[in-house]
């Protein structure tokens, strides 16, 4: 990736929250500047010492889109991190701290970060998490876009896989998988070893961020992952998604471990987008999903006399040079996996059409984990 395009990954925006209500959100992931046109609201601004309900405030974590992340320490013992989320997205905060509580009373909060506390703190809704380490952002961004070895690609996917086949078994699907919402649970920082690359001292990752998680039976017709992990029946809106659209994230996600550059990169663009995932795939939109699409992209396809079962009509007169150079330019997955058993497993992973795409389980059980 260049290193321009390795800028705009900071600026990476999750497409969620108000929770599901209509295709499009307050807050969408093309904002060019880290902040949002369309969402004024500040994040908390907090005093290094000031106590939040009994918690003293150490220092800042992170920003995400929707919280401000806060390492605190409770009296005496010990330190936390708290998730102070911005006022308009309370609502959204709440049934993400329903769900983390709801993992925990399962025992699930092995796979996932375990929730402490929740509550009002001056209009702002808090969560209280046990503290855990770097992200893989984090560590991708360390390594400055070098891929991580292969015995390590493989202990995380097999993780994530895990974790997250736990959640479609209760029927939850995440919605915003990406390398930001992946932590390693402990909080050593990285350690330069193997080529000078940042490794983690302990591969044991938790998922974070379940503030966009839907269960089976909630409406799935909105938007959901930040654009770069999306699968193609959100984007194309031609039925209602499910828990398959997870499976496509994470193949992104393993990708991005392995070469350390984003799979589809791409921003702004749903069209350019959409022209990616056929060439990189090297498959087809097979015709119930062409002959479903809504939105914009729907007068993109045509699926009246073609005969080469190509129904998407890329590139269009308004499509940009550098755009068609881009897609023409693109390589192949094919060309970009060598390993085999690697390529196959993100091949099938990486089904454009969801009933055919494998979920985490069936993931699992590929000949990539034998080793
Ligand atoms: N429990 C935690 N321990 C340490 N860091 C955390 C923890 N939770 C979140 N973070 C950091 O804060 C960032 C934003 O948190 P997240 O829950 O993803 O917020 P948002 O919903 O705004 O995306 C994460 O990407 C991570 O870097
Ligand atoms: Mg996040």
Request: hydrophobic share 30%; with cysteine.
């Amino acid at each position: 990736m260049s290193s321009k395009e390795s800028r705009k990954r900071s600026n990476r925006r999750s497409h969620k929250k108000p929770k599901c209500s209509t295709s499009t959100s307050s807050i969408t992931d093309e904002g060019s500047n880290g902040s949002s046109s369309t969402d004024d609201y500040k994040h908390y601004r907090f005093r290094k010492g000031e106590y939040i309900k009994d918690y003293k405030v150490r220092r800042h974590i992170s920003d995400g889109t929707f919280g401000r992340v806060l390492k605190v320490r409770r009296k005496s013992s010990k330190s936390y991190a708290m998730k102070i989320v911005r006022s308009n997205h309370a609502e959204s905060a709440q049934q993400e701290a329903d769900i983390l509580f709801y993992l925990k009373k399962k025992d699930l909060n092995r796979y996932f970060v375990e929730i402490i506390d929740s509550f009002y703190h001056r209009g702002y809704y808090c969560m209280v998490f046990e503290r855990l380490g770097p992200s893989l952002y984090d560590m991708l961004r360390m390594n400055q876009d070098r891929g991580i070895p292969m015995n390590l690609v493989r202990c995380i996917s097999r993780q994530l896989l895990k974790c997250i086949g736990y959640l479609h078994d209760i029927r939850l699907t995440h919605t915003d998988l990406k390398p930001e919402n992946i932590l390693f649970s402990r909080i050593r920082e990285l350690k330069k070893g193997q080529n000078d690359l940042y490794l983690p001292a302990d591969h044991k990752i938790k998922i974070i961020d379940l503030g966009g998680a839907e269960f089976d039976d909630e409406d799935h017709n909105c938007i959901i992952n930040t654009r770069q992990y999306r699968a193609p029946e959100v984007q194309l809106q031609c039925c209602k998604w499910d828990y398959k659209s997870d499976v496509w994230g994470i193949a992104c996600i393993i990708f991005e471990l392995y070469t350390g550059h984003l799979l589809f990169q791409t921003r702004k663009n749903e069209y350019e987008h959409m022209a990616l995932v056929e060439k990189i795939t090297e498959q087809n939109f097979p015709y119930w999903m062409a002959s479903n699409v809504k939105g914009s992209l729907k007068y993109c396809f045509n699926t009246k006399n073609v005969t080469n079962g190509k129904y998407y009509q890329w590139p269009q007169g308004t499509t940009t040079k550098d755009s068609i150079l881009k897609v023409q330019n693109q390589k192949t997955l094919r060309e970009m996996i060598l390993d085999p058993l690697l390529r196959d497993l993100l091949q099938k992973m990486l089904e454009i059409d969801p009933n055919k795409r494998i979920s985490c389980f069936q993931a699992l059980d590929h000949k990539f984990f034998c080793n």
